[in-house]
T-cell receptor
Framework: NAGVMQNPRHLVRRRGQEARLRCSPM?????VYWYRQLPEEGLKFMVY????????ESGMPKERFSAEFPKEGPSILRIQQVVRGDSAAYFC??????????????FGPGTRLTVT | AQKVTQAQTEISVVEKEDVTLDCVYE???????LFWYKQPPSGELVFLIR??????QNEISGRYSWNFQKSTSSFNFTITASQVVDSAVYFC??????????FGTGTRLLVSP
């Protein structure tokens, strides 16, 4: 049973370019989350999606960041016009259930984004 | 507001020592969930445990044990007879309904042979 898959594992972008991070949830999971981990810090929630729906985007920066989870295919976190401060590890997680209880989230290996 | 504090930034022990990682949380919700994750040097996060606020029983899984005390808002994690493979960063996290986890800043555990 494959776990959460993320690609690429490492991504280097120059300032002003776009970064696209992909996440395929565990088989049978329909809830996807994105978190960002800055160096030497804990993870910060960014967004929670279900298929074709954004459920909670309270942690997303207002500009340049967007996320989607289409009916077919992986979830995508898109960062436009990257800046050095976007350099971080971006983790995707998935869970089998949602609703009013917080269920265990299984994390992918992360994408390390470096902006030069 | 929800908050998780892991006051221990780094702990160093020698193999076979017992070690306790502290976690203190803040929330006004009466229903909440607590988690521990392990982040080894390879970088991925590994789920260790989930507890809900209504279940204060301590839990033991092999060399791992967890002590949940609502009176002190703590959810501490003990590794018995530590091993080098336990070296990692350990994160405590809080969920207060729905699916947003609030993480502490992590405790780096170094186990030397």
């Amino acid at each position: 049973n494959a776990g959460v898959m993320q690609n690429p594992r490492h991504l280097v972008r120059r300032r002003g370019q776009e970064a696209r991070l992909r996440c395929s949830p565990m088989k049978g999971h329909s809830h996807v989350y994105w978190y960002r981990q800055l160096p030497e810090e804990g993870l910060k929630f960014m967004v929670y999606l279900q298929k074709e729906n954004i459920i909670d985007e309270s942690g997303m920066p207002k500009e340049r960041f967007s996320a989607e989870f289409p009916k077919e295919g992986p979830s995508i976190l898109r960062i436009q016009q990257v800046v050095r401060g976007d350099s971080a590890a971006y983790f995707c997680a998935s869970s089998a259930r949602g609703g009013r209880r917080t269920y265990e989230q299984y994390f992918g290996p992360g994408t390390r984004l470096t902006v030069t | 507001a929800q908050k998780v504090t892991q006051a221990q930034t780094e702990i160093s022990v020698v193999e076979k020592e017992d070690v306790t990682l502290d976690c203190v949380y803040e929330t006004r919700d009466t229903t909440y969930y607590l988690f521990w994750y392990k982040q080894p040097p390879s970088g991925e996060l590994v789920f260790l445990i989930r507890r809900n606020s209504f279940d204060e029983q301590n839990e033991i899984s092999g060399r791992y044990s967890w002590n949940f005390q609502k009176s002190t808002s703590s959810f501490n994690f003990t590794i018995t007879a530590s091993q080098v493979v336990d070296s990692a960063v350990y994160f405590c996290a809080l969920g207060t309904g729905f699916q947003k986890l609030v993480f502490g800043t992590g405790t780096r555990l170094l186990v030397s042979p």
